[in-house]
């Protein structure tokens, strides 16, 4: 099957299993996003989600955050993944937004990612999420999946290689969406382990199971 038409294929089974598609942190601000997609990292959307509220209750705004330290923010996060790595990104991120954005998230690639604990990923689904942008954040499983699926070749081994390869195929207006679709599809159905085939939208199409 050509690429372009095994995309068009995706797209439509996808949006039609995921017509809802949006992420599934909590969040009310920028602030509020890019401080749960940070704690994010190698931890669950459910777990952060159980954090956030007494965090954001003790540090509403990001000048709150910026006049705090890392040993006060840790005992808000201590039940997420590395927690004392990220209280001291956190800590971080908040004060230069302060000093260097004036208290406002920034909302470019290259602004985001001058911020301490932000990578390209985190920054991605800002732009997508919070900003309305199109972007294509690859995270575990976006990376899973498009590969699975065939959506990427196999010499496509880094998150931005296969960033690159999504964005040529996927047109530009429904990009962050399509994010939104493989993030959701990896998480419930192409899990890691044991994906859930017989009940996939995309079997027919999917290289991994013409493997099996």
Not at 148 to 160: D, Q, S
Request: with cysteine; hydrophobic share 35%.
């Amino acid at each position: 099957m050509r690429k372009r038409k095994l995309y068009d294929k995706c797209s439509e089974r996808l949006s039609q299993a995921y017509p809802e598609a949006a992420t599934e942190l909590h969040f009310s601000s920028p602030y509020e996003l890019l401080v749960a997609v940070m704690l994010s990292a190698q931890c669950t959307d459910k777990r952060v989600n159980m954090v956030t509220p007494a965090l954001f209750e003790a540090f509403p705004t990001v000048q709150d955050m910026a006049a705090a330290t890392p040993e006060q923010i840790f005992p808000y996060i201590k039940s997420v993944s590395y927690p004392n790595s990220k209280a001291d990104h956190l800590a971080g991120m908040s004060r230069m937004v302060c000093e260097r954005y004036g208290g406002k998230i920034p909302e470019t690639m290259e602004e985001m990612t001058s911020l301490p604990g932000v990578g390209r990923k985190t920054a991605n689904v800002m732009m997508a999420v919070a900003f309305g942008g199109n972007a294509m954040p690859v995270d575990t499983h976006v990376f899973r999946v498009s590969h699975r699926i065939g959506l990427v070749p196999e010499r496509c081994t880094t998150p931005l290689s296969v960033e690159r390869e999504l964005i040529k195929y996927f047109p530009d207006y429904i990009l962050s969406r399509a994010h939104h679709w493989l993030i959701l599809h990896g998480r419930y159905v192409c899990t890691a382990r044991s994906p859930h085939c017989a009940d996939c939208c995309l079997k027919d199409l999917c290289i991994y199971r013409k493997k099996q």
